[in-house]
Each structure stands twice: as structure tokens, then as C-alpha cells.
């Protein structure tokens, strides 16, 4: 008889299996451990302390390899730029450059890595619906190869950082085409009630001024549609949609790009199934071509910007268990598998409901399989890192736990909830573990407090003297 807490589709055949596509390519057991990029998680553990987030170079750049290739062999030109919101450091931003592609940020931070890591500002493309006049400014002053302009006010201020430059900016427009697609779904509306980007219906009007205006250079529209897309229907109705409206505003200036954004979608569990990459290229070329046939033009220098694609399935977070409680529910038992880490490290299953895998990684087991959540340390009942798993039933404190498919949007969405000292970004490479990003120590975490810094006056706590003065009533 099936658990009655258990989702259908999840698998209780093998609690040990690693399930193709969810675990980075090649990760495997060995003595029954877990063996990533060449690298046995117990040693980096032992090293590294828990938890950390754990990259496999290798992948992470074949990926990025893979995407270009797919779109290259499909489109007559493309430019893949690398969503850097996914996860950036120094070495992520080197990998993807020294793969081809280029490096798209949405923040003065973001900006800031990119460019200290040594990335060509011209590589560089600018997102963000509200980017500060000062962060423009360093964009633009930096050099930055193309600004996607979110609201009329941005290509103003733009054009005023530009001139004061002294340069011309190439800039993106963002187009809410009405389009809003995730896993397998999507939503076609005529507006879209959301903060990006500007109103397809707008849209002509606020071209005519940015070309009015001599210090921008409009070189195409944007769109992203979502994120987590299993396959190539939203993408071809949103091209369908902007195909249109490039050639109407092509035929009065030139408008070499369209640029299509991101959202491919991975495998988190082994329930998912997204298209192969290059299906989807096809599929989207294909759509593109008609469409481009439809209106009468050739077929525009392709932009892409995906993230999770690339580094998602590269990414595994290693924690170490604290508790272990079996919890009776009505007609079945779930046994919460507590760790050291939790939401401050990885936010999406509290913010989206988002569904992860989890080994134990020290060792495999016999054991029968047990119907486990795994819970972060933090005090928040939704503190969920994966909502249901079947893991062994010996399950015990102290074995270490992996959840796969931690690459993307974990490291970057990490917070300090709790006090809580960030983990490191270590990555493997043929079995060398190094940091990319080193652990939070929890002074980084006080050091802003400046109540506890050692200069500080010491805290006025009521002296018995005060406090019988306030019962006094004369405070
Ligand atoms: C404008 C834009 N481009 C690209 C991306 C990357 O999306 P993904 O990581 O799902 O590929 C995002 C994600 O939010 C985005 O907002």
C-alpha cells in the first residue's frame, strides 16, 4: 500500500540512487560515499566543516559549452549571456567567459564582481527594473557593453549618464509581451500584470524617443518569459509576439537583436523531465524562422540569457544531520531529518514551494525506506530544505546529507536569518576541491552591529539604583 504522505510520484525504489540528471554528471558511490567531481564529500566535509555548496567545474562549464553550442548550431548568430543572478563569483564569471559566453548582471554588485573578476565591460549586459543613477553610472562609465532598459525613465537617465560620458550606449528594451510560461505551462494574455519591462502596446512610442535621444544606440527588444521552462512553446509564442513588432520597428531604423532571456528548466527530483537543450534550440529556431518568414524579415542576431541551466545541476549542498524525530500523521509516520543549514542558505523551497533530492552522502544503507522531510535549523515552521524524500531508515545524527541541483539561486538568495554564518562555495575539478567563496564567519555576521564592537559603550542595562527609581515611579 502506498504512504499516504508520500507524493505519487516520488520514487521509495533505491533511497540510495542518484538519480540521472538530478546529481551532477559523473557523481557516483564509492564505499558506499558519495564521489563528486572526483572528490569524496566525507574528506571535503572533514576539511571544510558543513554545510557548503559544492561546484563541479567540469559541469558547470560543459553545461555552459552545451547551451552555446545548441543555440550556435541553430540560429544563424546568437550571443548567450550568462544570468549571473543564478550565481556569480570571480571564477563562475571566468569560467563562462572562457566558455564564450557573456555576462549579464542586474545590480551594482553583480556589476562589481563581473568587472573585478576581470570580465571585458563590453561582455557585459545590464538588467534590474530600478538600477540606482549612481549604479548607471558606473555601468556606464565602465563601459558596459549593453543596458536593457526597464521603464521610460531609465532610457532618460541613461542618456544623461551617457552623455556625460561622452559615449554612446547600447541599450535593450524590455517588452512585457504577455507571456508567462513555467515547466510546462504557459499563460498568454494581452498585459501582464507585472513589474518588468514595458507594455508591448508602449512600446512603439518609447522607441521613437530612445532614438531620438543621440546617446543611445537601441540594438533590440527583450523579453523573459519565466523560469524553470521544460520546453520551447512559451518561448516560441513570446518570439512570435516580438518578431512582429521587431520587424515593424526595424523598417524605420536598423534593429540588429532580439533578445529572448532565460528560464530553461532543470531537473530538481527525478519527476522532472525538461526537453534536451538542443530540442528546444531547434523548436525555437524553427518558430523564430516562421515567424520571421511570416513578417518578412531575415532572422535577427539571437540573444539568451540562462542561468539555473547552467550552474543548477552543477551546485550540491553537503550538511550535516542534528536530529532526527519520526512524527506520527494521522495514518502514516514522516521522520524530519534536521540539519545544519536550512532557508538562510537555500530560500526557495520557503519562497516558491521548490522541490529538491536528498542522499545520505557518508554512506549507503540496507535499510528500508523511510519517508523523511528534510527541516532546516532555523525557527520558522516552513524552514523546509526538502519536503519529502525517501531516505533509509537508519537515517541517524551525524551522517552527512546531500541535496542536489544547489547550483542556482541558493548561494545568491542566502541571507543571515538567525545570525547565521553563510556557507562556503567550494569547486571540484578531477578531484581538487578549492574555494570559490570562503565560510561566513560569525564575526562577519556582528561586525555591522555596532553595538558589539569593542569600542562600543557598554550597554546601559538597568543598575538595581535605576530600577528602584523607576519603580518610583520617577524615571
Ligand atoms: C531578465 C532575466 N534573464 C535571465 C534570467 C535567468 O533565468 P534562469 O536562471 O531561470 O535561466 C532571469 C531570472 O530571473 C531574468 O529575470
Known sequence: MPHPLAPLLLDASDPNALAEGVWPAGTERVDGALRIGGADVREIAAQHGTPFLLVDEMVARGRARRIREAFEAAFPAVDVYYAGKALLTADVARWMRAEGLRIDVCSGGELAIALRAGVEPEAIGFHGNNKSESVIAAGVEAGVGTFVLDAPIEAERVAAAAERAGRVQRVRLRVSVGVHAST?????????????????????????????????????????????????????????????LHAELGATAPLPELNLGGGFGIAYTAADSPEPIEAIAERLAAAVRDAADHVGIPVPRIAIEPGRWIVGPAGVTVYTIGTVKPVRVDDGTRTYVSVDGGMSDNARPALYGAQYSARIANRSSDAEPALARVAGHHCESGDIVVDAEWLPADVAPGDLLAVAATGAYCHSLASNYNATPRPP???????????????????????????????????TAPTPSHVASIDQGDA
Open 184 to 244: 510546462h505551462e504557459f499563460l498568454a494574455t494581452s498585459h501582464e500584470d507585472q513589474k518588468f519591462g514595458v507594455p508591448i502596446d508602449e512600446v512603439p512610442e518609447l522607441v521613437a524617443r530612445i532614438r531620438e535621444l543621440p546617446s543611445l544606440e537601441l540594438v533590440g527588444l527583450h523579453s523573459h518569459i519565466g523560469s524553470q521552462i521544460f520546453d520551447a512553446d512559451g518561448f516560441a509564442e513570446s518570439a512570435r509576439r516580438l518578431l512582429a
Open 425 to 459: 562555495v567550494l569547486a571540484v575539478a578531477n578531484g581538487e576541491v578549492r574555494t570559490l567563496v570562503r565560510r561566513e564567519s560569525l564575526d562577519d555576521v556582528l561586525s555591522r552591529d555596532v553595538g558589539l564592537r569593542p569600542e562600543a559603550e557598554p550597554a
